[in-house]
């Protein structure tokens, strides 16, 4: 069978590369390497080929295929130092890079895995193309500009790349960025690789040293992607599959597998945002608890995945009242993007630097920015995210992928930080539960629980529409509501593609970005 391809991507220059790839007879993951580097051009307060990615490959009839590409802590990074320094990681500045970049290795590694023709110029040359010529600035990067400016500005290499003239950016100006260009142009006549262990690498340990990194150049040399298997869980609509640790991907599955065992008792949406907010709390008391770098887990993750535990937190919740809470939130910055390829692969692939811009600290020989994701460690050295030489952090980031009892295969997901598993659960019990049209599914206001960086609210926030519709109603159950403008960014950038049992495709983007789907010729 030769199925319809798709793309969807939070930015519309990636998802025209990545649909270009595709319709040139590229596989799924040569679309989203080509995409990936082109949006970290186009979206680069988002994400960055300095921080970290997760994929999961679906070969039809076959268990999806899982790649780490996160960044371990720094073998120089010395909890006691940030003790001694006030007791709080830095979140701006070459002091903040404190954990590798692994995006590329994932790259790498998928095509290792999913590679038949294209080669790297081709996939890479419209990025090339874009950092050199310059992008055109959209209001989601003027928004992040004006956001971190107070904290950002001061670090040399970011105010010259992106505060040029000492202002923040405009809408529809264009922003050049001649060395990220000659970082791509290495990339694709080296290999990916000399990120880790080549020129590249060498370069960036010499620029994160001069910017107060504790990153050398042996932690460029001991980075690789791994190879792995996904988290799934079985409920009544399907398997669902997302990653492990050290990604919150098991609060996402925890989520819909506990709202399976409620949704006979959804009758209207009242009763669908309610059931899903709480079981959002079930699912972020466990991960909060347990999820941390594979390696120091205390049971694999995969042991929570089962009725046995939906069915207890499912109990815990009441139809007519909401548990209290507040809860410390994880902030987040990132872009996800789906595809399916003429060979019935589909990717779903998930790429970010933690918050917006990262670290800030801008590679001023490379032309990318460095993540900040260290910010998600606890210097408290009895918490299982401790700070730890070499020990990757607690993730945000997680990929979804749902294989449905009625034949469809959906890869889905958002950018958000700690709205991610709550926007997956908000627009796949629409798509699957309610009946709602794919992108009637991701367009329609969504909610969030739980404060996000530089906010210290814990209510649970409704955009506009859906706040005048169901204030009353969700007040009386005893949520703590406010409200946020319509189409707003806080709630993610979702993002879906389906395909059925004929090898139909069907996509969709979020009016909440600047982002495009394609559905490719059959």
Request: aromatic share 8%.
């Amino acid at each position: 069978m030769k199925y319809q391809t798709a793309f969807t991507a939070p930015h519309f220059r990636a998802a025209e590369v990545g649909q270009k790839i595709l319709d040139e007879g590229g596989t799924a993951s040569e679309a989203m390497v080509a995409a990936a580097a082109m949006v970290s051009v186009q979206y680069p307060h988002m994400n960055s080929i300095g921080g970290d990615s997760f994929w999961l490959i679906c070969h039809p009839g076959k268990t999806p295929v899982a790649i780490d590409a996160c960044g371990a802590a720094a073998l120089n990074a010395d909890p006691e130092h940030y003790r001694v320094q006030g007791n709080e990681l830095p979140a701006s500045g070459g002091g903040a890079a404190i954990t590798m970049g692994g995006t590329i290795s994932g790259w790498h590694k998928a095509l290792e895995l999913n590679h038949r023709e294209h080669s790297l110029q081709q996939l890479l040359q419209p990025a090339i193309s874009a950092a050199r010529d310059g992008i055109e600035v959209t209001q989601s990067l003027v928004n992040a500009s004006e956001k971190t400016v107070s904290m950002l500005a001061a670090i040399p290499s970011f105010a010259q790349q992106y505060l040029p003239d000492g202002k923040v950016l405009e809408v529809g100006q264009t922003l050049c960025n001649p060395a990220l260009a000659a970082t791509f142009e290495r990339l694709a006549s080296a290999g990916l690789d000399d990120f880790y262990r080549g020129e590249i690498a060498q370069q960036a340990a010499a620029d994160l040293a001069a910017l107060g990194s504790p990153l050398t150049l042996e932690d460029f040399h001991r980075h690789q992607a791994r190879v792995m298997e996904p988290l799934s869980v079985e409920t009544s609509k399907g398997t669902l599959y997302n990653f492990g640790a050290p990604t919150q991907g098991v609060a996402s599955l925890l989520i819909l597998a506990i709202y399976d065992q409620l949704a006979a008792q959804a009758d209207g949406e009242i009763d669908h945002i309610h059931l899903l907010v709480e079981a959002t709390k079930q699912a972020f008391i466990i991960r909060d608890e347990l999820v941390t770098d594979e390696e120091e887990l205390s049971a694999p993750l995969q042991y929570l995945l089962t009725e046995e535990t939906a069915v207890s937190c499912a109990e815990q919740i009441s139809l007519t009242g909401a548990q209290p809470w507040p809860h410390i939130a994880k902030p987040g910055d990132t872009v996800w993007m789906g595809a399916t390829d003429q060979y019935g692969t589909m990717v779903s692939f998930i790429q970010s630097v933690y918050w917006e811009f990262g670290s800030g600290a801008v590679l001023p020989n490379l032309g990318f920015v460095w993540n900040n994701r260290a910010k998600s460690f606890s210097l408290d050295a009895t918490h299982h995210n401790v700070l730890k030489p070499g020990k990757k952090p607690f993730h945000t980031l997680n990929p979804a992928y749902a294989e449905l009892s009625d034949g469809q295969r959906m890869v889905y997901g958002t950018m958000g930080g700690e709205g991610q598993p709550q926007t997956q659960a908000c627009l796949f019990s629409r798509y699957v539960y309610q009946g709602y049209a794919l992108d009637e599914a991701i367009a329609t206001p969504r909610w969030l629980l739980g404060r996000t960086w530089g906010d210290d609210t814990h209510q649970l926030r409704l955009e506009h529409s859906l706040y005048q519709l169901h204030q009353d109603a969700l007040r009386a159950r005893g949520h703590d509501i406010t409200q946020v403008k319509d189409n707003n960014e806080l709630m993610g950038h979702a993002g879906a593609v389906v395909l059925n049992e004929q090898g139909q495709a069907t996509c969709a983007t979020d009016p909440r970005s600047d982002g495009q789907a394609f559905v490719g010729q059959c």
